[in-house]
């Protein structure tokens, strides 16, 4: 079992690139998140979706979309990218299922330079 | 500002010593989580509390969910070289899957 993967590792783009990243969960789970993470700023939600067809907004939702098709694949987009949005980008999921206290798994990470 | 301050930023110590995390807000959260970061790898959950007053112990860490669940700390005894690495708090409001996190306390043991 993977997990949850994401693609690519690592990424540097020109600003006013379109980017997306892509997210795979094989854990069946109804509830997927983006996050990013800065030095010092700890890890900040961009979007979520607590089940396939649905996605809600996050703290730092600007400048990004994101689709959930199927209970599967979670892809973040960077219409245009902005150097800003250089981050550590984090994919999670999570049953989504109990009220209170459900645990989030969290994929390996992509980090995105934008110059 | 972020919804939940961790202090310290920081924390150097040596091998056996005792440390205290804590985790604080304004905001009344339907539940905490402590999460451990590794460099280079996604947070893993180390424990989430539900209950205020909760007290959780997992082998050398205890966790407490403050009483008006809007606080929580970590305490780690006779801390180990093991244990380096990025602590995180995390709290979920009104909607269970809506995370906010703490911006983390980077804890170094030496030998």
């Known amino acids: 079992i993977a997990g949850i993967t994401q693609a690519p590792t690592s990424q540097i783009l020109a600003a006013g690139r379109r980017m997306t990243l892509r997210c795979t969960q094989d854990m069946r789970h109804n509830a997927m998140y983006w996050y990013r993470q800065d030095l010092g700023l700890g890890l900040r939600l961009i979007h979520y979706?607590?089940?396939?067809?649905?996605?809600g907004k996050g703290e730092v939702p600007d400048g990004y979309s994101v689709s959930r098709a199927n209970t599967d694949d979670f892809p973040l987009t960077l219409a245009s990218a902005v150097p800003s949005q250089t981050s550590v980008y984090f994919c999670?999921?999570?049953?989504?299922?109990?009220?209170?206290?459900?645990?989030?798994?969290f994929g390996p990470g992509t980090r995105l330079t934008v110059l | 500002t972020q919804l939940l301050e961790q202090s310290p930023q920081f924390l150097s110590i040596q091998e056996g010593e005792n440390l205290t995390v804590y985790c604080n807000s304004s905001?009344?959260?339907?539940?905490l989580q402590w999460y451990r970061q590794e460099p280079g790898e996604g947070p893993v959950l180390l424990v989430t509390?539900?209950?205020?007053?909760e007290v959780k112990k997992l082998k050398r860490l205890t966790f407490q969910f403050g009483d008006a669940r809007k606080d929580s700390s970590l305490h780690i005894t006779a801390a180990q070289p093991g244990d380096t690495g990025l602590y995180l708090c995390a709290g979920a409001l009104d909607d269970f899957n809506k995370f906010y996190f703490g911006s983390g306390t980077k804890l170094n043991v030496k030998p």
């Open positions: 509390v539900v209950t205020g007053g």
């Open positions: 999670a999921s999570s049953d989504g299922t109990a009220s209170g206290g459900v645990e989030q798994f």
């Open positions: 979706s607590n089940t396939a067809g649905t996605t």
């Open positions: 905001s009344v959260f339907s539940s």
